[in-house]
């Protein structure tokens, strides 16, 4: 059993920062990649930003410049540094990773979410 925690959600004016964090517990053999993504009312969810286990990052396109996605594959940790943020960044933001809970050969890899943390972008 795997289970993602994210924090540091909140309330923020147009301009501010915020970083959110994603940690996970449980089972897991290994992680081969992260992501956040975020899901406004009335909307889809949609990719913001991922990070795979060689390194690769990528980015939505509205918020390049200004968001920084990092994970640690040893630590089952990710992480988003949100800068300049606008109203429209306001959504719940849910964290995702691919983990493999035993070996990935034999059991392949499964898609792990987070409960969700809102962000408010807001004067």
């Known amino acids: 059993q795997v289970q993602l925690e994210e924090s540091g959600g909140g309330l923020v004016q147009p301009g501010g920062s915020l970083t959110l964090s994603c940690v996970a517990s449980?089972?897991?053999?290994?992680?081969?990649?992260m992501g956040w993504y975020r899901q406004a009312p009335g909307k889809e969810r949609e990719r913001v930003a991922t990070?795979?286990?060689?390194?690769?990052?990528d980015y939505e396109e509205s918020v390049k410049g200004r968001f920084t996605i990092s994970g640690d594959f040893t630590k089952d940790t990710l992480s988003l540094q949100m800068n300049s943020l606008k109203p429209e960044d306001t959504a719940v933001y849910y964290c995702?990773?691919?983990?493999?809970?035993?070996?990935?050969?034999?059991?392949?890899?499964?898609?792990?979410w987070g409960q969700g943390t809102q962000v408010t972008v807001s004067s």
């Open positions: 990070i795979r286990n060689i390194g690769n990052t």
């Open positions: 995702k990773m691919n983990i493999a809970t035993g070996n990935p050969i034999h059991e392949g890899t499964n898609d792990y």
């Open positions: 449980g089972t897991i053999f290994a992680i081969y990649s």
